[in-house]
């Protein structure tokens, strides 16, 4: 049964430090990645993307991709109050359907 | 482009009604997804469309239907409501081209007393 976990926290982190949310999934024919931001009561926003091992920064995020170890990790640098949400992870199914499957979340709390 | 809406926000349901969840999108994305999110829960698919009058089942398609007769609505629809379908439902889409990334409506707050 393909898998997306997470914790689920909450992982609580000062202002203006680092916050690194994770990920593993149970599927090795996943090749692609995203972390979506959800407000309470709202809906998922996409954040950030990954196809490739490695790194891959946009502004304040970096999302990293370790296919050999199934983990994918983000990054949110200068973490501020506004980034407290909860970040979803998800990976595609595979084949032709853009089909993802979605962690449960880790809710992240930036104490001011 | 207003993206994918979805109407109703809200809706209070009775046991064994009926209801059609709307969603559309103007971004003329070949896939949809309906998914339902329970409280503390990640999002679970119901159903999906890969393009006008194909749909299949997702993980947890019992107890609704959908059908897609054109390119930019995937109406959800639910026959006998219970109370296990009390959840927040939301709809998605993604192009058939690019990086699978999918979009997401505001989604319907349902409950079903």
């Known amino acids: 049964q393909k898998e997306v976990e997470q914790n689920s926290g909450p992982l609580s982190v000062p202002e203006g430090a680092i916050a690194s949310l994770n990920c593993t999934y149970s599927?090795?024919?996943?090749?692609?990645f995203f972390w979506y931001r959800q407000y309470s009561g709202k809906s998922p926003e996409l954040i950030m993307s990954i196809y490739s091992n490695g790194d891959k920064e946009d502004g304040r995020f970096t999302a990293q991709l370790n296919k050999a170890s199934q983990y994918v990790s983000l990054l949110i640098r200068d973490s501020q109050p506004s980034d407290s949400a909860t970040y979803l992870c998800?990976?595609?199914?595979?084949?032709?359907?853009?089909?993802?499957?979605f962690g449960t979340g880790t809710l992240l709390a930036v104490q001011p | 482009n207003a993206g994918v809406t979805q109407t109703p926000k809200f809706r209070i349901l009775k046991i064994g009604q009926s209801m059609t969840l709307q969603c559309a999108q103007d971004?003329?994305?070949?896939?949809m997804y309906w998914y339902r999110q329970d409280p503390g829960m990640g999002l679970k698919l119901i159903y999906y469309?890969?393009?006008?009058?194909?749909?299949d089942k997702g993980e947890v398609p019992n107890g609704y239907n959908v059908s897609r007769s054109t390119t930019e609505d995937f109406p959800l629809r639910l026959e006998l409501a219970a109370p296990s379908q009390t959840s927040v439902y939301f709809c998605?889409?993604?192009?058939?081209?690019?990086?699978?990334?999918?979009?997401f409506g505001p989604g319907t707050r349902l409950t079903v007393l």
């Open positions: 971004m003329n994305h070949n896939y």
């Open positions: 469309s890969v393009g006008a009058g194909i749909t």
């Open positions: 998800a990976a595609n199914y595979g084949g032709a359907t853009n089909k993802l499957i």
């Open positions: 599927d090795r024919v996943s090749q692609s």
């Open positions: 998605a889409s993604s192009s058939r081209t690019g990086n699978n990334e999918q979009f």
